[in-house]
């Protein structure tokens, strides 16, 4: 078996045991990428009460998403993947969240 070989064998099993293992590598991901336990992230989604922090809706299909601040790496809290995605897009700049408010506040002028 060449190097090649071994290695796309590899990717297979791999790709497998995520597949079977979607909680593991949930933890894994939490632990790697936020620093934070699986207990630390249970913790957070009860005093939330497994809600979003911003929406306050709970998750139906997906697990909370771990929010960070990026530039200091701290958790935030756990958001649904709209919030978490809104805040992105975003680019988590506070200006143009307080324009975006602003702008939905706007009173409605007909066309």
Known sequence: MTQEQKQQAHNARM???????????????HRYRFG???KQYQSLLNKQNNRCAI???KS???ALAVDHCHRHK???GL???ACNVA???????LKSLKRAIRYLQKPLTPS
Do not use: M, Q
């Open 15 to 29: 790709r497998r045991w995520r597949k079977a293992n979607p909680h593991k590598v949930r933890e894994i991901n």
């Open 60 to 62: 139906k299909r997906r």
């Open 87 to 93: 805040l992105g897009l975003l680019r988590d700049d």
């Open 74 to 76: 701290l958790v935030r």
């Open 36 to 38: 934070i336990s699986k």
């Open 79 to 81: 958001l649904c993947t």
């Open 55 to 57: 929406c306050n809706r």
